[in-house]
């Protein structure tokens, strides 16, 4: 599954329960410095946890550094990372593969691939976001060098909200402080939320939820008009990740609602640079960035797999039926998804960078 970014190209390879899953990298320049730091951080983070809402697939997922990078430097025009499965567990879904799961990839999948398709999600599971996590971890150190900083946090988690950037101003020392947190949240006690994913996995359901992602010290101008705005360079990559239905920049739906005097970011010098008063645009216009932090919401589904009785259809038999999914699932994916809209904004910005190398 090839990006389609314009200057750097990410492919995505492998499957849930194959042997492995990785990426192939190229347009990182040679000679470019790589740092693990932003890679593991990533992967740290993403990787499943004892917590209440996290599949109880324990993936040591440990990159194997295979072909591209050699004592921390690009070395040819190909960067190729693996990761291998270790726990695949691919009886879980036997008997699903003729009843597909309501709200998951299996039944176009189905129709798409017929036998080929693989159990656990094949090529649609969630831990296909590994490799975004390793590909988006070098571009986010990448753009460290040139102070570009991005952080992700929890807004929201089944309708319950957390400190939002849409009613208060964040710091980046705010969000990384977040991380350290069990649940990356702004708000000064998780408990609420927590407890409302308890009650969703004890009910044998699931929640989604809302995750905030900034880019602090964007410079000026990166960029352009139509297809080369940043909003859909940045939509496009974060619509690669599993059970992302949603995206909005700065005030996003919530401008619609506003008169011009009251949405319009107003110029002001501040310091000798031009800021906004207001950043209701969320850091870009003209499909470029305007100096303030660019700010965005992406809205990620409940988890598809639940013990809940669904009705769903027989495929063999061509009748309706029912399905209660057993198997190791999050009950919350949101979590689990922060650190990889972090790659995902990442592999976007540092491309729209590459524009004017
Ligand atoms: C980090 C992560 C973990 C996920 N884990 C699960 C899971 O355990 N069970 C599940 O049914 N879906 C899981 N998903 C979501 C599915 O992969 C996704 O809903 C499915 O492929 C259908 O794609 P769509 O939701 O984009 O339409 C996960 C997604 C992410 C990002």
New binding site residues.
């Given amino acids: 599954m090839y990006s389609n970014f314009k200057n750097i190209k990410v492919k995505i390879y492998g499957a849930s329960h194959a042997d492995e899953i990785g990426v192939f990298l190229t347009g990182v320049p040679l000679g470019t410095d790589i740092s693990r730091n932003e890679i593991d951080n990533l992967l740290d983070r993403?990787r499943s946890s004892k917590s209440v809402w996290s599949?109880s697939?324990g993936e040591a997922d440990e990159p194997i550094f295979i072909k591209g990078i050699e004592n921390g430097k690009v070395v040819s025009e190909e960067i190729h990372i693996a990761i291998k499965n270790k726990t695949a567990k691919k009886s879980d879904y036997d008997n699903l593969i003729k009843k597909p799961?309501p709200?998951?990839?299996d039944y176009p999948a189905m129709v798409k691939d017929g036998d080929a398709f693989l159990s656990g999600?094949g090529r649609?599971?969630?831990?296909?976001?590994a490799p975004i996590c390793i590909a988006g971890g070098i571009a986010k150190g990448l753009l460290e060098e040139h102070g570009i900083k991005i952080g992700a946090y929890i807004a929201e988690i089944g309708g319950i909200s957390a400190v939002s950037y849409k009613n208060q101003d964040i710091r980046y020392e705010d969000i990384e402080k977040a991380h350290s947190k069990n649940l990356s949240i702004l708000s000064d006690s998780d408990s609420e939320i927590t407890e409302e994913i308890v009650r969703a996995k004890e009910e044998k359901d699931?929640l989604g939820g809302v995750i905030e992602c900034i880019v602090y010290n964007m410079p000026v101008g990166v960029g352009d008009a139509l297809y080369d705005g940043i909003e859909g360079r940045i939509a496009q990559s974060i619509?690669a990740?599993?059970?992302?239905?949603g995206i909005e920049f700065g005030a996003g739906f919530d401008i619609s609602k506003m008169k011009g005097s009251k949405a319009n970011d107003a110029y002001q010098y501040k310091d000798g640079n031009v800021v906004t008063l207001t950043n209701n645009n969320g850091g870009i216009t003209g499909g470029m960035s305007n100096g303030m932090p660019i700010t965005l919401r992406v809205a990620?589904?409940p988890?598809?797999?639940?013990g809940v009785l669904q009705n769903t259809v027989d495929l063999e038999s061509k009748k309706n039926t029912t399905i209660e999914?057993k198997?190791?699932?999050?009950a919350c994916?949101v979590p689990?998804?922060v650190p990889?809209v972090e790659a995902a904004v990442a592999l976007a910005i540092y491309d729209c960078m590459l524009d004017n190398a």
């Fill in positions: 993403r599949t697939r799961r709200s998951h990839a999600g649609f599971s969630g831990r296909m976001t699931s619509f990740i599993p059970a992302v239905k990620i589904k988890t598809p797999s639940i999914i198997g190791r699932h999050d994916i689990r998804a990889v």
